[in-house]
């Protein structure tokens, strides 16, 4: 199966899916970047019809100089930034150390490609003790969205650098590890903390892409859309992913950051 050819418009009469996306913010940009904004209701499609899509998917992804040049640039972008911004990472370790007692690396167990579990590095914005406060009742009625997903603003947990480092999403700087170890990619959708076993079937196509530090939902909504907002534009990226599309999300992320879009 050649690149271009949309996966979603393969077998509409045996698959029917509804091609209207619910995220008013994707039709925008839609419109303003000529993106194809295929959001499909795929919770409603019969299991044995979600596994033939996700072959498909995986056709689409696999096309060998497609997987090279992004290797490279995954590669290449990553040393770039580690060894460009080390003198800032150290000054950002001093700072946590600094600030509050504990590691200054955080380290977290996501879910990559195929369900493949991996420890995830950030630099560490919240106080030691933040996952024991995390279930009590006056934490858990602030979360903005629906669980197993987890967001609050104003978050009590974030210690002071670790505000800024959020708001700049310098926390993230360690990703680049990730990326350096072939876990992560530069684009791609966003590993999710919670495992598969908290995912609906048709959210296991997400999986069959390489996780990103960066993706569509980064640049539509970010940390204020619900999980299943975010499947469908990661689905969409996977049916559409090529190296324009993400210098394309690179460079619109580039910009969500500087505006501090959807960071808190």
């Not at 460009?84 to 879910?111: A, C, D, N, T």
């Not at 170890?181 to 995912?199: A, C, I, N, Q």
């Not at 960066?214 to 859309?225: E, I, K």
Request: hydrophobic residues 40%; glycine residues 6%; contains cysteine.
């Amino acid at each position: 199966m050649q690149q271009s050819q949309r996966v979603a418009h393969a077998e509409p009469e045996e698959i029917n899916f509804p091609l209207t996306m619910t995220i008013p913010s994707v039709h925008r940009e839609r419109k303003r970047n000529h993106m194809s904004a295929t959001a499909m209701n795929l919770a409603t499609v019969d299991i044995a019809v979600l596994n033939r899509y996700a072959e498909e998917l995986v056709q689409v992804n696999g096309h060998a100089f497609y997987k090279f040049a992004k290797r490279c640039l995954d590669v290449t972008a990553s040393l770039a930034a580690l060894v460009i911004g080390m003198p800032v990472m150290l000054l950002i370790g001093l700072l946590i150390k600094h600030e509050s007692p504990g590691p200054v690396l955080f380290r977290q167990i996501r879910l990559g490609k195929d369900g493949t579990k991996f420890p995830m590095y950030k630099f560490r914005t919240m106080h030691r003790d933040a996952d024991a406060i995390k279930f009590t009742e006056e934490i858990q009625k602030q979360n903005k969205l629906k669980w197993p997903d987890f967001k609050i603003e104003n978050d009590p947990r974030v210690t002071r650098v670790g505000h800024i480092l959020r708001k700049f999403s310098l926390d993230e700087l360690p990703n680049f590890i990730n990326v350096l170890r072939g876990e992560m990619s530069l684009v791609g959708p966003r590993p999710t903390s919670f495992h598969e076993d908290k995912y609906d079937e048709w959210h296991k196509l997400r999986l069959k892409a390489i996780p990103g530090i960066t993706g569509l939902h980064q640049v539509n909504g970010r940390s204020d859309l619900e999980f299943d907002e975010r499947v469908r534009l990661d689905i969409d990226y996977i049916n559409r992913q090529s190296l324009g599309l993400d210098l394309r999300i690179l460079l619109r992320t580039a910009v969500a950051v500087s505006r501090r879009s959807g960071a808190y």
